[in-house]
């Protein structure tokens, strides 16, 4: 089975840092994703990441350890447009992605 | 965008009636999903597709059937609705590229009265 935990909510104040954590239990493991969802809207594709480390990608960085189970999606200099649910989801070997229940990130002027 | 339409996008519905929902792409992607998404649960996996008459259970597949025909399409069907089924459902493919990343249609809001 899968066990993907990721926090309720988060508050943050513009152009501030907010870095949200996801961490996973799952049969296999073959990459974790990082999905934004504004509300009423699809999911978006963030990030990928499939080797233990950082990527980076504009505002937004995505870290894995794959030892420990652990991911984060760092956002920096916040704007009032990244209120949104962040998603973390793991892949198993068969092309199934398995998802958090999200994160839902309020920014504040 | 990934060519993904979903319909309906809304529609309201009776306990026991058949439901079913279509998922349409235009650029011959082989996989395709479908997904409900509820408060607190996140997105689930229902049924997935990984060809033509290929199909596989996700993690909440009971009270759900799929089928698919022909690439484009990958129907959702709720043979009697209940109330427990009411929901987003979101269908997607997955992208060509290195990551696989999936590309989500805009979503059915479905309501079982």
């Known amino acids: 089975g899968q066990n993907i935990d990721q926090p309720t909510e988060m508050t943050a104040t513009e152009g501030a840092i907010v870095q949200i954590n996801c961490t996973y239990q799952?049969?296999?493991?073959?990459?974790l994703f990082w999905y934004q969802q504004h509300a009423g809207e699809a999911p978006t594709f963030l990030s990928y990441?499939?080797?233990?480390g950082l990527e980076e990608k504009g505002r937004f960085s995505s870290f894995l350890s794959r030892s420990k189970g652990y991911s984060y999606l760092l956002l920096k200099e916040l704007q009032m447009k990244d209120s949104a649910s962040y998603l973390c989801?793991?892949?198993?070997?068969?092309?199934?992605?398995?998802f958090g229940a999200g994160t839902t990130v309020t920014v504040r002027a | 965008d990934a060519g993904i339409t979903q319909s309906p996008r809304h529609k309201v519905t009776e306990t026991g009636t058949p439901v079913t929902l279509r998922c349409h792409q235009t650029?011959?992607?082989?996989?395709m999903y479908w997904y409900r998404q509820d408060p607190g649960h996140g997105l689930r996996l229902i049924h997935y597709?990984?060809?033509?008459?290929?199909?596989d259970k996700g993690e909440v597949s009971d009270g759900y059937s799929v089928s698919r025909s022909k690439t484009e399409d990958f129907l959702l069907t709720l043979e009697s609705a209940t109330s427990s089924q009411t929901s987003v459902y979101f269908c997607?493919?997955?992208?060509?590229?290195?990551?696989?990343?999936?590309?989500f249609g805009e979503g059915s809001r479905l309501t079982v009265l």
């Open positions: 989801a793991v892949r198993d070997g068969d092309y199934k992605l398995s």
């Open positions: 799952t049969s296999g493991f073959n990459g």
């Open positions: 990441n499939v080797l233990d």
């Open positions: 650029e011959n992607h082989r996989y």
């Open positions: 597709s990984y060809g033509v008459k290929d199909t």
């Open positions: 997607a493919i997955k992208g060509d590229r290195e990551a696989g990343e999936l590309f």
